[in-house]
Nanobody, 126 residues
Framework: QVQLVESGGGLVQAGGSLRLSCTASGRTFDSSAMGWFRQAPDKARDFVGA????????NYADSVKGRFTISRDNAKNTVYLQMNSLKPEDTAVYYCATTLGYYRSAYVPVSDYYYWGQGTQVTVSS
C-alpha cells in the first residue's frame, strides 16, 4: 500500500509563487512516475503534470506550461510542484498521484493513476 501526503498549499496573491511537496511511503519511490492533478470547485479533476521515475522527463498541461515545474528527490521520497506566476484560475485542491504498476515514463494514461494523496488547497487571490 502506497501513502502519499501533500503539503505546501495556502493563500497567495496573483503573480505569486508556491511550492507543493508530496512525500510517499510504502513502496520504492523511484519505481514509478508521479503526477500532479487539481480540482476546482464544481469541476472535474484535471491533469497538471507528471515526472518520470528518474526525473529526467516531464509532461505538463498546456494551461501550466512555462509557469509550473515538477521535480523529484528520490532520496527523500518526495516530488515537488513549483508554481510561479499564479493566477486566480489556478485555485484548486492539488493532488499528487502514482500508479499501481511501474511506469518509467512521464506519459502515463490518467486512468492508470491508482494511489492518491488527500490533497492540499491552493487559493490565488486577484
Amino acid at each position: 500500500q502506497v501513502q502519499l501526503v501533500e503539503s505546501g498549499g495556502g493563500l497567495v496573491q496573483a503573480g505569486g509563487s508556491l511550492r507543493l511537496s508530496c512525500t510517499a511511503s510504502g513502496r520504492t519511490f523511484d519505481s514509478s512516475a508521479m503526477g500532479w492533478f487539481r480540482q476546482a470547485p464544481d469541476k472535474a479533476r484535471d491533469f497538471v503534470g507528471a515526472i518520470s521515475w528518474n526525473g529526467l522527463s516531464t509532461n505538463y498541461a498546456d494551461s501550466v506550461k512555462g509557469r509550473f515545474t515538477i521535480s523529484r528527490d528520490n532520496a527523500k521520497n518526495t516530488v515537488y510542484l513549483q508554481m510561479n506566476s499564479l493566477k486566480p484560475e489556478d485555485t484548486a485542491v492539488y493532488y499528487c498521484a502514482t500508479t499501481l504498476g511501474y511506469y518509467r515514463s512521464a506519459y502515463v494514461p490518467v486512468s492508470d493513476y491508482y494511489y492518491w494523496g488527500q490533497g492540499t488547497q491552493v487559493t490565488v487571490s486577484s
